[in-house]
Nanobody, 124 residues
Framework: QVQLVESGGGLVQNGGSLRLSCAAS????????MGWFRQAPGKERDFVAA????????YYADSVTGRFTISRDNSKNTVYLQMNNLKPEDTGVYYC?????????????????WGQGTQVTVSS
């Protein structure tokens, strides 16, 4: 499968920015859609954003549309999440995930590989 390691989390003030990275190793990164999810304390893990295997299509949760941007560099086996205008409600552990299906052109929803997560805290 795919091994994923997130980085770039931290503490930021309301309105600030962070860029998360997810480095992948293993099979066929460039053939898989990738996603970002987050889990706030005491809540379920929620979808944040996803990007098709070729970068040709992106998907966002309504709560982050216009503020977050997902991108990927297949030459570096890395996916990014640029987060701008952060709000306290964006606080949580952010997880990177890889689609189990290769070369899918549908909205990804079969995420089979997950990273350990990186903490993002937005102070008010």
């Amino acid at each position: 499968q795919v091994q994923l390691v997130e980085s770039g989390g931290g503490l930021v003030q309301n309105g600030g920015s962070l860029r998360l990275s997810c480095a992948a190793s293993g099979r066929a990164f460039s053939s898989r859609a990738m996603g970002w999810f987050r889990q706030a304390p005491g809540k379920e893990r929620d979808f944040v954003a996803a990007i098709r295997w070729d970068g040709g299509r992106t998907y966002y949760a309504d709560s982050v549309t216009g503020r977050f941007t997902i991108s990927r560099d297949n030459s570096k086996n890395t996916v990014y999440l640029q987060m701008n205008n952060l709000k306290p409600e964006d606080t949580g552990v952010y997880y990177c995930a890889a689609d189990s299906i290769l070369y899918s052109n549908n909205r990804p929803n079969h995420f089979g590989s997950w990273g350990q997560g990186t903490q993002v805290t937005v102070s008010s």
